[in-house]
Every structure is written in structure tokens, then in C-alpha cells.
């Protein structure tokens, strides 16, 4: 039996986490779940999940949810629920689901509690990926990614010694703007961010893949997942997404791993790792894909892939930074308040303002978070 902490349980992929262990059977159970706001899609999974334990972001949320469900489950509230969830005491594993730098409390706590930790949530890596990593092999649990092109990764270097790899090859659709030029970026609106060509997901990360902020991103959780120095990342697009991911190693010879562009295909191998289990998903048909392409990224259309290089180069505070302030010109954008091309300026303009310091520690890393988080709305 596997009993599970789910972080971020309405969101995109937490109810495919819930859609992947209706699917798995009685072996897997969720224990505890946390939220944000969406009351209604929460009470309907404690319905169907009956778990022991759920948490939401306020107060407001919490009264809302009594009134659906009652008083007999206990419902946390806020940050400390999210710690409460993460470590909570009859679950193993926790599915790290909710978006941005808030998912990195609650990580850090259930990797000190022992936990076995399956990160969807990137941030955390990009901001604390050295503390993260430190904690991780204390506690002796692997740490099996959930973005797809890390569980590639993950799965393409089983068993392989980690010496013998050359490079690693971060797959990219391209996003809805994949082929335009930065004079044709000028103009494009939310909704068009928001249309992703192959992938569904929250809007966060969508407006990330549209930048291509979120292969930067990647490229950093990458870095310290695996690692590497992040000059042996790559990052190749591929509108198909069918590969997601590969490593090249030291004789030439280049792994992938492929199938349809179906994040449940991740979060089963991270919840059944280290077996794998029959899936009811339909079965990669490479006749009918036909054709699987590849091409270049444009630094120059989408310069926040190469900040995201230049934050990992420097390293210490400058990710975390980077991070903060491309959440926040995210929001911006969403808001209406940025126009496209303004994210990548404001994450650029930040960085620059920013003096870089050695993250050795929790408290330095989240002070440079909160100063980048006041700089990127002051930037106009
Ligand atoms: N979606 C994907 O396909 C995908 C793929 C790879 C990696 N990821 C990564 O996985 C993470 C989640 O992405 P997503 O697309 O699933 O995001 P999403 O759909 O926006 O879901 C975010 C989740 O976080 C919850 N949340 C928001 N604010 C909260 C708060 N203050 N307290 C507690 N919970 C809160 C939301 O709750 P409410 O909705 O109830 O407010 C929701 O459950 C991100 O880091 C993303 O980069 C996602």
C-alpha cells in the first residue's frame, strides 16, 4: 500500500495525480489534500477520496468548504496547512503540486519528516535546489520528478553510471508562438499565451512555455536533479512532443524516452517507481505521429531561456531572484498590467538590480525571493 499527501490537489496536475490512482487500484490511496480556493472540486474529492486530513489557502476557503462538506474532516488553513499535509504522518509519499515558490515550504518539511517526495512543482528546484538535493540524499529516498522531461531523463539514466553522460536533451514544443520573431511578439494577447498547441496545463506554467521561461526553468531543475553543470543541458524544440526528453552519453549513443504528451504517464512511474504498473492510456502509435521534427530555440525571440542559463551560470541567489521576478511579471501579464515582451524585460531588469550573494542557506534564499518579488512590481 501507498499512501499519498497530495499538494495542489485541483489543479492540472493534481487531479490527474487523483485520475492515475483511481486507475492504479486499492494498492494506492490518498491520504491527505491540499488546495487553494476551488471549494467545490475539494469537497468533491474528499467525497470521493474520503481523506484524513485537508488544507486550504485561507480563511474564507475553509468557511466555504464546512459548508459543503462539514466539520468532521479537519481542514487546515494557509501555509502551515500546507507543512501539515506535507507531513502528514500516515503517508510516504508526497505528489508536490501546487504552483510557484509556495510549493517550497512544504517540500523541505516532508524531505525532513522522510518522506519520499514526487516534485511537478519546479520552482522549488530552481530556487533551493542545492538544499533540496542535500536533504534528499540524507533521508535516502529518491526524488523521482514528475515534469515529463525529467522523468524521461529519470528513466533514460537508470542503471547507467552517472560518469558516462555526455549531455542532456530537454525537448520543448515551442509554445503557441514557436517560429515568430520578437517584432511579431509585440502584440500578442493573453488568450493566445494562454493556447497551448500540445499540452494542458495551469495557466502559469502555460504563459512559462509560451516565454519558453519554463525551459529555463527546467534546464535549472535539470541541473540539480541530475547533476550536471547546466552548459551540459540542451534544449531542442519538438512540436510534437512525443519525445520528451533524452541524454546523450560519453560513446554516442543518445536515449529517449517517448510517448503521447499525457502528464498521467509521468505521475504514474513517480507513483509506482521504482516498478511499473499496467496503464489504461492508449499506447504510442508511432505510424500514426508519422513525423517527429526538431529544430533550434530562438534566443533572440525568447530571451528568457538564456536569462534562465545566465541565473544558472552565476548560480547562488540569482535563480531564486530570476524565479521570483518572472512569477510576479506572470501575474502581470495575466492581470493585464505587462504587455508579452515586458515579462522577459522585467525578469532581465530585476536580475540586473540584483547583487548576487552564495545560497547557503534557507533564509538567504527566501529574502532574495521577497526583494525580487517587491522589484518586479515596481518595474514598469
Ligand atoms: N500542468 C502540467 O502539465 C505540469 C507539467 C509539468 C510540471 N508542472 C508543474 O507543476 C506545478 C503545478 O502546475 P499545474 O499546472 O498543476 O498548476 P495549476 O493547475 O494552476 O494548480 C495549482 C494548484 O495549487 C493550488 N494552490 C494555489 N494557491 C494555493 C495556496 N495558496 N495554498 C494551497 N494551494 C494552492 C491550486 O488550488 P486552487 O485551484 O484550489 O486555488 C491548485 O490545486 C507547477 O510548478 C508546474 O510548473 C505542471
Not at 13 to 19: A, L, N, S, V
Not at 112 to 134: D, F, H, T
Not at 233 to 260: K, N, T
Request: charged fraction near 20%; glycine fraction near 8%.
Amino acid at each position: 500500500m501507498t499512501r499519498i499527501a497530495l499538494l495542489g490537489s485541483t489543479g492540472s496536475i493534481g487531479t490527474q495525480t487523483i485520475d492515475v490512482v483511481q486507475s492504479l487500484g486499492d494498492e494506492y490511496q490518498v491520504v491527505a489534500l491540499a488546495a487553494g480556493r476551488n471549494v467545490e472540486l475539494l469537497a468533491a474529492q474528499m467525497r470521493l477520496l474520503r481523506p484524513e486530513l485537508v488544507a486550504v489557502a485561507d480563511e474564507a476557503s475553509r468557511t466555504a468548504l464546512i459548508e459543503r462538506v462539514g466539520r468532521s474532516t479537519p481542514i487546515e488553513v494557509g501555509p502551515a496547512g500546507l507543512l501539515t499535509v506535507a507531513t502528514v504522518a500516515r503517508a510516504e509519499l508526497v505528489v508536490a503540486a501546487v504552483t510557484g515558490a509556495l510549493g517550497l515550504p512544504p517540500i523541505l518539511a516532508a524531505l525532513q519528516a522522510g518522506k519520499r517526495v514526487a516534485p511537478a512543482n519546479k520552482e522549488p528546484l530552481v530556487i533551493a535546489g542545492e538544499l533540496i538535493m542535500a536533504l534528499s540524499r540524507r533521508n535516502g529516498q529518491p526524488l523521482v520528478p514528475i515534469d515529463s522531461e525529467h522523468s524521461a531523463i529519470y528513466q533514460c539514466l537508470r542503471g547507467e553510471d552517472p560518469a558516462s553522460v555526455a549531455r542532456l536533451i530537454l525537448t520543448a514544443s515551442g509554445g503557441p508562438f514557436r517560429g515568430k520573431t520578437r517584432a511579431d511578439l509585440a502584440a500578442v494577447g493573453v488568450a493566445e499565451a494562454l493556447a497551448h498547441p500540445t499540452w494542458k496545463m495551469g495557466p502559469k506554467i502555460t504563459i512559462d512555455s509560451s516565454t519558453l521561461m519554463n525551459k529555463g526553468l527546467e534546464v535549472i531543475e535539470a541541473r540539480w536533479l541530475f547533476g550536471l553543470p547546466v552548459d551540459q543541458v540542451d534544449v531542442l524544440l519538438h512540436p510534437q512532443s512525443i519525445i520528451h526528453s533524452m541524454v546523450e552519453f560519453r560513446d554516442g549513443s543518445v536515449l529517449a524516452q517517448m510517448d503521447y504528451p499525457d502528464m498521467r504517464t509521468p505521475i504514474q512511474f513517480a507513483l509506482t517507481f521504482p516498478a511499473r504498473q499496467v496503464s489504461p492510456r492508449r499506447r504510442l502509435d508511432l505510424a500514426a505521429v508519422g513525423q517527429l521534427t526538431f529544430e533550434p530555440p530562438d534566443f533572440d525571440a525568447f530571451p528568457c531561456l538564456g536569462l534562465a542559463y545566465a541565473a544558472a551560470r552565476a548560480g547562488g541567489t540569482l535563480p531564486a531572484v530570476m524565479n521570483a521576478a518572472n512569477e510576479v511579471a506572470v501575474d502581470r501579464f495575466l492581470a493585464g498590467e505587462l504587455r508579452f515582451l515586458q515579462i522577459a524585460e522585467t525578469v532581465e531588469t530585476v536580475m540586473h538590480q540584483h547583487e548576487v550573494q552564495a545560497a547557503s542557506d534557507l533564509a538567504t534564499l527566501l529574502a532574495a525571493d521577497a526583494w525580487a518579488r517587491r522589484a518586479a512590481q515596481e518595474v514598469s
